[in-house]
C-alpha cells in the first residue's frame, strides 16, 4: 500500500490521530493544520485522497473542495463536528465523496477511505474503448473528459461518474438507489433526492439541444437514451 492520503484538520490532536492510524495502516500521510497551507500544498504533496475538516482558518473545507486541481482524481472524505444535513448536501454536492461526523469510530474512518480507494482504483481501470459516444455527447474515459459537439463541459467528478454510468449501458433503467450506491457507494446521507439534484444539473449543462437524453423513467429512476426522442423529461 502507498497511497498518499492528506488530513487537513485545524484541531492538531485530531489531525495527528488520524495519521498516526492512517500511517499504522501503510499509508503515506501528511498532515496539515491550516487550510490556506493546505491548498499550497496540494499540488506538492500530490494526494490520492484528503480528510478534509470543513471549519478551517485561512481558507475552508469548502473553498478547498471547489478548488481542487483538475489534473487529477482526488478522493475527499469531509470531517466536521456539524450533524447538519444541509452542511452534509453541500459537501457532496461540491464533489466530497463520503463525510463522517465527529465525534468518529477510527475503525469506521479507515473502512470509508479503503472503500473509496478501492471505488476509485475500480473507475481507474481503462476499458478498450477510450470514449462513449452517445445522443451528441462524447466521454473520454481516460481523460475524464466530456464534450458536447466541440464544447467542454464542466462536471463535477459526481456528474461525471454518474453521466457516464448511465451512458455506459444505454435503456437500461437504474434505480435512484442503484445510482446512489454504484456513484456515491455508501447509504448516502442526503437520501434519493441528491441523484435527481445530479440529474437536474446535468441536463442543464448538457444544453437544450442535448438535455433530452437522460430521461427520467416515472416512479423509478434514470436512464440514457440509447435513441434519439423529441419528449423531454423534468423532475
Known amino acids: 500500500m502507498n497511497e498518499k492520503i492528506m488530513v487537513i484538520e485545524d484541531e492538531k490532536k485530531i489531525a495527528d490521530a488520524i495519521a498516526f492510524a492512517l500511517k499504522k495502516e501503510g499509508y503515506t500521510v501528511e498532515a496539515v493544520y491550516h487550510g490556506g497551507e493546505a491548498f499550497k500544498r496540494l499540488q506538492e504533496f500530490g494526494p490520492d485522497a484528503i480528510i478534509l475538516d470543513v471549519m478551517l482558518p485561512g481558507m475552508d473545507g469548502y473553498d478547498i473542495l471547489k478548488k481542487?486541481?483538475?489534473?487529477?482524481?482526488?478522493?475527499?472524505?469531509?470531517?466536521?463536528?456539524?450533524?447538519?444535513?444541509?452542511?452534509?448536501?453541500?459537501?457532496?454536492?461540491?464533489?466530497?465523496?463520503?463525510?463522517?461526523?465527529?465525534?468518529?469510530?477510527?475503525?469506521?474512518?479507515?473502512?470509508?477511505?479503503?472503500s473509496l480507494l478501492r471505488r476509485m482504483q475500480t473507475a481507474g481501470v481503462v476499458p478498450e474503448e477510450d470514449t462513449i459516444s452517445?445522443?451528441?455527447?462524447?466521454?473520454?474515459?481516460?481523460?475524464?473528459?466530456?464534450?458536447?459537439?466541440?464544447?467542454?463541459?464542466?462536471?463535477?467528478?459526481k456528474e461525471y461518474d454518474l453521466l457516464a454510468l448511465l451512458f455506459s449501458k444505454p435503456d437500461r433503467v437504474y434505480t435512484r438507489e442503484q445510482l446512489l450506491d454504484l456513484v456515491w457507494g455508501m447509504e448516502y446521507v442526503g437520501g434519493t433526492r441528491t441523484v435527481d439534484i445530479h440529474v437536474q444539473r446535468l441536463r442543464k449543462k448538457l444544453g437544450s439541444s442535448h438535455m433530452d437524453i437522460l430521461q427520467t423513467v416515472h416512479g423509478v429512476g434514470y436512464k440514457a437514451l440509447g435513441g434519439h426522442s423529441e419528449n423531454r423529461y423534468k423532475i
Not at 82 to 103: F, H, R, S
Not at 134 to 157: E, F, M
Open 134 to 157: 452517445l445522443g451528441g455527447i462524447v466521454l473520454h474515459l481516460q481523460q475524464r473528459t466530456a464534450l458536447a459537439g466541440d464544447k467542454l463541459l464542466n462536471l463535477t467528478p
Open 68 to 114: 481542487l486541481p483538475d489534473q487529477k482524481r482526488i478522493g475527499v472524505i469531509m470531517l466536521t463536528a456539524k450533524d447538519d444535513i444541509v452542511n452534509k448536501i453541500l459537501g457532496l454536492e461540491l464533489g466530497a465523496d463520503d463525510y463522517i461526523t465527529k465525534p468518529f469510530d477510527m475503525r469506521e474512518l479507515l473502512a470509508r477511505l479503503k
